[in-house]
């Protein structure tokens, strides 16, 4: 079943309003049967979500998983509700699904989501929407790192932060979401400080002059934390992300230069072979990014 107001509150547009009811009403009632089954039954989730496609295995595949999703949301809704937690949290958190449908279109050319695993932490209210960033429940799972004094064992409580594709990414608003977090989070709370980790591409140290000289809230955000862990692919699969396309299916020379961000990978992609991401970590006092460097 859908939450109660569902669409209106995260931002859905009217194309993708139209695109799902008219899928909706192709799956009919029936798909909440299956979202019942994986948010109440213990069902799996993929599983779950196959069957449901079954009903309507003429409908894509991605715009079929959307449909999914947004049918387990009034039973996420519920939870919300029995824990007494906000509902403009939910809300909040929700949104992301209007973010990957819009990526979906831009990626994929189609309404739907290409994620669809992604959404398992929103709607078993294990990760939440805080103004610009997400956050999961976390325990660190690398060995014992040292950030200034402040020791970081295997298994301590921390909490995962993820980037959305929502708009600017201003200190202004990271700091912002940094206090609902410690706030929302205060069991979280070692000594009055948050600790947050981060793992994700944007904080790669190769890529951190494209980052300054092309999309300076995004080198800002990376100063935030400090590094415990640098990994490497062998190709650049974040491509899609600027680019809009497969690395798989991109020839260099024809990418787009539309945008700075564009201009500055296209030219490291022709230069470099070093692709990755890094894994870091930063601590919060409430009012004060305590790691961070500039």
Known sequence: MLAKEMLKKIGFTNEMRECYNKYKAVFGDKCDSFAKAYMREGKDFNEARAQMRELAPQVNVYTADMIFILECTGYAYEDYLAKNIDLEIFYDTMKDITYKVQECKTFKGVYGIFVPEWFKGFLRLERFGLGRLQYDLWEHREDTVMIGDFKV????????????????????????????????????????????????????????????????????????????????????????????????????????????????????????????????????????ILTRKE
Not at 229 to 240: L, Q, R, S, T
């Open 153 to 288: 064992e295997k298994g301590f409580k921390t909490l995962a932060c993820h980037i959305p594709s929502s708009g600017p990414l201003t200190y202004e608003a990271v700091v912002d979401s940094f206090k609902r977090a410690y706030n929302f989070f205060q069991d979280r709370q070692k000594d009055g400080i948050l600790l947050i980790e981060c793992f994700t591409w944007l904080l790669f140290p190769e890529y951190s002059q494209i980052f300054k000289e092309c999309a300076k809230n995004t080198y800002s955000f990376a100063q935030n934390f400090e590094l415990y862990d640098i990994y490497y692919h062998e190709k650049f699969f974040d491509c899609w992300r600027i680019f809009n396309v497969d690395i798989d299916d991109c020839v260099i020379d024809d990418l787009p230069e539309d945008t700075r961000m564009q201009k500055g990978f296209k030219k490291y992609l022709k230069e470099n072979n070093k692709f990755g991401g890094a894994r870091g970590c930063l601590l919060f006092d409430g009012e004060n």
